[in-house]
């Protein structure tokens, strides 16, 4: 008993230091903080949505594609450098969500068999594209969820 009301004595007041402490530094650092805010909206997909696209690849994507995003030639397609995914960034995603099977594209190689459906949401699928745009040596940009709203998802 007399263990734990210590513990939660020290946990209170550190709590109460933390808070002092982050209220005299915010108000010391406070042009830092607003120079950092005022960056502009447009300027990338957040941290949370790149988050959200690595788990996506990590628990989907990197079985085919594989974990340096090379896929296996022949079988499946390098995702590094990928002209479909750089150039062609709403149909990649429209590949994310519908698979590959009715998406026409600019493909060169056929594949021995199609890439199917992977997730439900245009978030999901803009997270993952997101992801393998910024990834594996590729500097290809980013895609918004506005830009595919209208991107229909077929029923599975
Ligand atoms: C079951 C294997 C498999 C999984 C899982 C898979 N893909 Fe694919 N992917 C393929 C195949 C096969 C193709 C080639 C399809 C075609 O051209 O018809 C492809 C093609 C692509 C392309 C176009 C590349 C190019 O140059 O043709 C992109 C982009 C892509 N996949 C992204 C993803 C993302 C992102 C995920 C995870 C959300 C994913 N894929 C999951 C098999 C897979």
Redesign the pocket.
């Known amino acids: 008993m007399k263990t734990r009301n210590y513990i939660v004595l020290t946990f209170a007041s550190m709590i109460g230091i933390a808070m002092m402490t982050s209220c005299g530094g915010g108000n010391k650092t406070g042009s830092t903080d607003t120079q950092v805010t005022e960056e502009p909206a447009a300027a990338g997909p957040s941290a949370e949505q790149m988050a959200l696209g690595e788990k996506?690849?990590k628990e989907?994507?990197i079985?085919?594609?594989q974990a340096n995003g090379q896929g296996i030639p022949n079988?499946?397609?390098?995702?590094v450098g990928?002209?479909?995914?750089l150039n062609q960034k709403v149909l990649?995603v429209t590949?994310?969500l519908n698979g590959?099977l009715k998406v026409v594209a600019n493909?060169t190689?056929k594949?021995p068999?199609?890439?199917?459906p992977?997730?439900g949401t245009h978030e999901e699928a803009v997270a993952?594209?997101n992801y393998?745009l910024n990834n594996f040596g590729n500097k290809g940009g980013f895609i918004t969820v506005e830009e595919v709203k209208n991107v229909p998802i077929d029923p599975r």
Do not use: E, G, N, R
Not at 113 to 116: K, L
């Open positions: 996506i690849f989907k994507c079985v085919c594609h079988v499946f397609p390098t995702l990928s002209d479909f995914l990649a590949q994310v590959s493909k190689v594949y068999a199609p890439m199917p992977q997730v993952a594209i393998v």
